[in-house]
């Protein structure tokens, strides 16, 4: 449940307007299994590695709508904190991420 419950918050908060932020590591999570998708980045490392790897390949990355540019932008403002203990967790939503229908 607290999976599906992650991907829906984060899934509204790529539709808002009003500038919203990632929350705790397993929001990134989820986000940063998008990103592996949308930019071919292996996703087996820690946290910390895999949003260092979006963030240094977002030079070169166009975002195909709004909502993934208000998501990287959301990941970009968001370091790990260290809140996620749960790694089963971490790797499920990183597998939702990449999931995620939008382009």
Do not use: T, W
């Amino acid at each position: 449940m607290i999976p599906a419950l992650i991907e829906q918050a984060m899934n509204i908060k790529m539709k808002s307007e009003k500038n919203p932020s990632i929350i705790s590591d397993y929001e990134l999570a989820y986000s940063c299994g998008v990103f592996c998708r949308l930019m071919n980045i292996e996703s087996g490392e820690d946290l910390k590695s895999i949003r260092e790897k979006i963030i240094s390949a977002a030079n070169n990355f166009k975002p195909k709508s709004v909502e993934i540019e208000r998501l990287l932008l959301m990941v970009k403002d968001f370091e790990p904190i260290g809140d996620a203990k749960d790694e089963k967790m971490i790797k499920k939503l990183i597998e939702m991420g990449k999931e995620h229908k939008g382009s």
